[in-house]
């Protein structure tokens, strides 16, 4: 188990990403909302930076109660990281992919010491 | 520059290169030797109107031109001038080479068009490419015929000077102004043989039969030309049944496929391959998912409606697996033995062509077809570039083109 250094803190502001390698893997690393979260950056579908695209709170339909369709607005909650490539969209959470979360990227670790940031492979 | 995304966040992109954007591809093009055999790209495009005003300096109507370049002059991009279509192929920016290739830079010296292209051939590990317009996939649809017809001829002229005669990896098949059956005679007559031409192209979002009367002579001289006629793909959402649709998912899932389904459906139905034996015909972009449909539906209504269709002398499947297809946008179903038997069924190893589609939203990378794993070597080759080689007769000379990084 080798912990690859990602960043320091105080240079990894809260919303945004670093891309790490180290041998064959090439991580995503996500600053959410005081939290960390890596994934592989490799796409699931053709293999595509997974990780480099924009960060986007999903999106939602608003249904009234009765049954119509009244608008579309961000999820308050969910938040998705999505390929550059075409648009593959996965849980920033979980690194699930949105629409078929049978389907999941490699989570790995992420190892605070102090003000560093490091990942855990 | 920066792009908006949800809930009023930014995000700043100081540069883009699509070649470091597709530094997977290029990694993938080495692990999988793509150096070892050639691929063609038979379907790819650019931004014409990107060069607009060059375009128009070939523009054979003097008063057109000067509106078109009055409307151009605001850089609105041909508005006013080229039928517009709403559509969010970039999915809000989520397909980020759309809003950022606007800061791309190029070297100086080399057309924009030609280094953009080359970029990613490169990164790919394609040697050719078959580029296509983008915008002017919707020109069937301008209501003035001599404007299809002039912004044709002034887009032809413009790539065969400036792209295809440059370039030699760039090929392109000429786009036909089809609303008009004696101005494509000319286009024929004047592009077949030129530097780069690969073959003669109708754009399918439009209200033509192809049976008609008027274009069985522009069919001989294709035909005598030696060089095959595409039909390319393209989405109306103006149109009454697309209009029914509120999302442009549904309209590209079946627009894409819907205008080629009705121009195949008549083309043999009307038994037009026994008209021009010799004229090979390619369908472009709709992807592969509906020709077990048109094979297995026309074959069982031809068995029971034959006195309709007294031109044909064999089956209407058999007609369709004669002729060749691009693969692009390939849908890979949950089952592949579904995906299996549709390459069976079009006889894949010698009739599908492999496209990108690059730049477009839903490009394929080769490894689409490379990684299929009911494919024995010699018919990935043949697909990504041996049936290209022999059917547009490329010269591309022993070794490969490609950079591969």
Redesign the interface.
Known sequence: MAEVFVAKVSEFPD?ERKIVQHGAHDIGVFHWEGEFYAYSN?CLH????AC??????QVEDVIGPDKTWIGQK?SDSQ?NF?C????Y?YDLKTGECVPDRRLRLRKYSVVRRGDDVFVSI | MELPLSNDRRMKVDEFDSGKMLANAARQAKQRNYDQFPIVDVDSHHYELESFNEILEYMPDPVMKQLAQMANSGNSKGVGVMPGGVGYQDMGGRAIRYPLRRIEKTEPGVHRDISLTRRWMDAMGIDIAVLFPSPMLQLGLHPQVEAEVALSFAYNRWLSERVLEEEARIRSMIYLPFNDPDACIRMVKEFAGKKGVAGFMITSVRFKPVHHNSYMRLYSMIEETGLPLAFHAGYNWGEQSMGMMNKFISVHALGFVWYNMVHMTNWVINALPERFPKLKVIWIESGLAWLPFMIQRLDNEYMMRSSECPGLKKLPGEYITDMFYTSQPMEVPRDMSLLEATFRCIKAESQLLYSSDYPHWDFDLPSTIYDLPFLKEKAKRDILGGNAVKLFKLDIGAGKLAKVA
């Open positions: 919303g490799l053709q293999g595509g930076p480099e695209g924009l960060i986007m709170h961000f938040v999505v550059p490539w075409h648009g969209e």
